[in-house]
């Protein structure tokens, strides 16, 4: 038992008791494991809760209550944009004619939701300023990837097989440089300068002969606008070089500015974050990628076209990378990001927009007066502080994280990017009003207050949560498996 009497289901088991009730079998029984391969089959039956449907159905109700979501609470979580997620998107995807299609239709008969997906990409084409756009990729890190494995098609194509490096810089989030190695290249990194933007002299001493790609994020890790962005195009271009960018998190940027417009070659977007898919718990997400004309021979296969007939897939794409996804992306997730921009309109998006990165200045210079602030300067759609002063005083950028859960609020992204001492990462996101903006604002106030005055009660933190401090690595390293050993 738990010290806060919330049983584990296993606990809760009673021997015979079941969560439902069917009426007895009439056709002859089948035994299953005949069907399995023997290998494949328990010895002994695997351990599993025994409990009625009413009490798994309070058992699981308790344990939603203890969770934090957006739905329920203020969730600042920089990097990872926790935006609301508007009901209308929910609604759409559960019509019939979206959610009770089969991939292995013909055709001819889910042209509706062919052409969802062809709209789709042709707004996701307007708003980045590339040429085409795939849906396959199921998340942000896979676009990445699959952008970086038509980079690599496209200078093999060329006979160019020198190109065995991309550049990162040292802010870039931790899925570019995994994605360029798993898709083959050796990373380099370029450093950040002392405003937080590339250090274009560094990036000048890493180009060269064997330059595949840059990957920048704009606005970078800090929330900062890499302001010499044409510059680097140029500086990248000249030496044969292709630019990815990484616009997981979009708000700050669209329809005010494009990838394409900027020099970029392909760019990958995440709709679970900028466009409000819902997200967290590992998916499902959607990672678009858009490309220019040079690398459109290598896109994934099939390719989704509109003909004379009706939408189709194209299949007879000889230079393609290949499948990266079965079928063609996560559907349900790209109806609810086509909902909500044909909810907000142009206008909306541009409004989005404005009010992400005002929401994140107002807060930032509200703040300032009480944390560090390492790089002074106008933000994005998000901007890091540094809890150095408090660390001075004993307290812990993770003690000041803890405090937060006692008024209500999810912590934001702690000690990331990693080129910030005691970082905190906060991205308050246009969905939040004012007076949510001021709560939250005068609750890191008085915890800073509370660290000049009082920091035991910041070092104990939280107080008012059922669990207190996770040992955060411990389920990780000795997880309990709750099965039967044959
Ligand atoms: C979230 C994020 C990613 C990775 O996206 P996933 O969908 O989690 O794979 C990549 N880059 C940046 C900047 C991000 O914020």
């Known amino acids: 038992m738990h010290k806060d009497n919330q049983p584990l289901i296993f606990e809760m088991t009673k021997e015979g008791r079941i969560g439902y009730s069917l009426p007895e079998l009439d056709v002859p029984e089948i035994d299953l494991s005949s069907l399995l391969p023997t290998e494949a089959v328990r010895e002994v039956p695997a351990e599993l809760p025994e409990v009625s449907e009413l009490d798994i159905m309070r058992h699981y109700t308790a344990l939603s209550k203890r969770n934090h979501g957006v739905d329920s609470g203020f969730y600042p979580l920089g990097s990872c944009t926790m935006k609301y997620n508007p009901k209308i998107n929910e609604a759409v995807a559960r019509f019939s004619g979206f959610a009770n299609i089969h991939p292995l239709q013909d055709e001819s008969t889910v042209q509706g939701a062919m052409e969802l997906m062809y709209d789709l990409q042709e707004h996701l084409i307007e708003i980045t300023g590339m040429d085409e756009v795939t849906l396959q990729p199921a998340a942000g890190a896979h676009g990445e990837w699959t952008a970086l494995m ?51 002299e560094d990036l000048k001493r890493v180009v060269g002969r064997d330059t595949a790609a840059l990957m920048l994020t704009n606005p970078n890790t800090l929330g900062l606008f890499e302001e010499h962005i044409l510059e680097m195009a140029a500086i990248i271009h000249e030496v044969g070089g ?93 109806v609810r990001a086509y909902t909500y921009i044909r909810t907000m309109g142009p206008d909306g998006l541009k409004a989005v927009t404005e009010y992400a990165v005002l929401n994140a200045n107002y807060m930032m210079r509200k703040l300032q007066p009480y944390f560090d602030l390492p790089y002074d300067r106008h933000c994005k759609h998000e901007f890091v502080l540094s809890g150095r002063r408090q660390k001075k005083l004993g307290v812990r950028t993770l003690d000041m994280a803890k405090r937060l859960l006692d008024f209500g609020y999810h912590p934001p992204t702690i000690y990331f990017p990693l080129n910030v001492e005691e970082g905190m990462m906060i991205e308050p996101t246009e969905t939040e009003s004012k007076e949510t903006l001021d709560a939250f604002i005068d609750a890191m106030i008085q915890i800073a207050k509370e660290v000049e005055e009082n920091p035991e009660i910041v070092q104990e933190a939280p107080h008012t949560t059922v669990i207190k401090r996770l040992d955060e690595t411990k389920a990780a390293r000795n997880p309990i498996l709750r099965y039967t050993k044959a």
């Open 150 to 200: 038509m980079i690599r098609a496209y200078f093999e194509a060329n006979g160019d097989l020198e190109r065995t490096k991309v550049i990162v810089p040292d802010s870039a989030h931790g899925t570019n440089p995994a994605s360029a190695t798993v898709a083959g290249f050796e990373t380099v990194t370029v450093k950040s300068d002392e405003h937080g933007l590339v250090d274009l």
């Open 242 to 334: 292709k630019l990815y960018y990484d616009g997981a998190n979009l708000n700050a940027v669209m329809s005010k500015a494009r990838p394409g417009d900027m020099g970029f070659d392909c760019v990958h977007l995440n709709l679970h974050k900028t466009f409000t898919g819902p997200h967290g718990g590992g998916g499902p997400g959607s990672g678009p990628v858009g490309v220019k004309k040079d690398l459109i021979p290598f896109l994934p296969k099939p390719v989704l076209i509109k003909t004379e007939d009706g939408y189709t897939f194209d299949y007879n794409r000889p230079q393609s990378i290949g499948r990266v996804k079965p079928f063609y992306g996560n559907f349900g997730i790209n």
